[in-house]
C-alpha cells in the first residue's frame, strides 16, 4: 500500500486515546499548527510538526488547511427499500411518529419496501449513500437491520451490508435490529414474534458471523423494557453486544436497561431520566444522540450537557433512516451538536469520532490521529474547528483519506 504524507497542515484537531472521552475529558483535544501526518501500509506511522523528514511518500499538500480524523457515524438504518415523502404531509397535518407507526405506516411501509427489494437492488441504492457519506467525511459507518422483520428478510440486509463492506471504501459495522418493530403477521402473537428473534433468527444471525451487536427499539408501541432486556439477553448468549433505542418518544425505562445488560451504547435519548444517565454512567455505556433526528421530528433535544457532567461519553451520529431522519450529513449533525446541545466544537469533535468509535467497539483503532489508529483523516476547506461547526448548509470536505489512501 506504501506511504503517504499529508503535510502543510494549518491546524490538527483530535482527540487522543483508545477509549471513549468523558466528562471534562471530552472537551480536551489535541491541536497542532504546521503539522504533518504520516500513514504507512494503512496505518498512522507518525504525527508531528514542522516538515517531515520522509521520503519515497506520496505526498498531499493541505495548503494550510484543518485536518480531523475521518468522521464516524455510529448509527444508521443504512439498508432500506423506497422512501417515506408521503408522510411529509400527515406529519404537517399533525400525525406524530408513533400516529403514523400504529396506522401501519412508518417503519411497516418501509418494512414492505424492503421485502420487495432484491439484495441486490438494496446494495446499490446503499451505495449511493455510502458514496455521498464519504463526500462528507464520513469514513466509517455503522448500518442496522431491521426492515426485514423476518428470518430471510433481516439476513439479506446483513448480507448487502457485509457486501458493501467488502466493496466500498468506507468500513461498515453491522447491528441486527430484528426488534425494530413487531411485522403486520405477528400482529396479533407479539410473543411469538419475540420467541422467533430469540430462538431463531438471532442464532441464525450469529452462527452466520452477519453482526456484531444486537439492537432493539424499546419505545410505547413498539418493544417494552421487559421484553427488550429478553431480547438484548438472547443476543448476548450469541456474542452480540447490546445496543438500544431508548427514551426516543417516551421515557419507558430503556436507558435504565443499559446497566442490566452492559450495553455498549445507548440510542437517542431525547427524554432520558435522571435515573437513565446514572445507569448508563455506571456501565460505561456511550450515549449515541441523535440530533438530526429531534430536528426533524420537531422534539427537544437530548440533555447532552447533563450527561457529559455525570460522566457519561458523549457521541453522536445521523441516524439516516427514510422516515425520522432522512438526512445523512454528519456535517450538520456537527452544527445541532454546537447550537442546540451547547456543546464547544472540541466537544463535538470528540463526539463525532473517538466516541463515535467507542459507540461502536472501535475507539482502539478509529477516531483519532495517533500513531497505531487507521489512516483515515479529512482535509477540510477551513482554517480551524470553529469554521466547520459554524458554516450551514454547504459541504466543507476538501480531501478525505482513507486507510492511507487518497479518495477525493
Ligand atoms: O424507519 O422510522 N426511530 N427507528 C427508530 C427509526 C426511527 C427508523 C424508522
Ligand atoms: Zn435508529
Redesign the pocket.
Known sequence: MGKLIVKNIGMLATPEGKTARRGAKQGEIRVLKDAYVVIEDGVIAKVGTGEPEETDAQVIDARGRLVTPGLVDAHT?LIFGGWRQNELGLKLHGATYLDILAMGG??LS?VNATRTATEDELVEKAREALDEMLSLGVTTVEAKSGYGLDMDNELKQLRAIRRLNESHPIDLVSTFLGA?AVPKEYKEDREAYIRLLCEEVIPAVAQAKLAEFCDV?CETGVFSAEESKTILEAGKKWGLIPKI?AD?IDPIGGSQLTSEVGAVSAEHLIVCPPAGIDAMAKAGTVACLLPATSFYLGSTFAPARDMIDAGVPVAMAS?F????CPSLNLQFVMNLGCLRYRLTPEEVLTAVTLNGAAAINRADRLGSLEPGKQGDLVIWNAEDLNYICYRMGSNLVDTVVKNGQKIS
Do not use: A, V, Y
Open positions: 438504518h412508518g417503519i418501509t425494530h427499539f433505542h426516543e441516524d433512516n427514510p422516515g425520522s
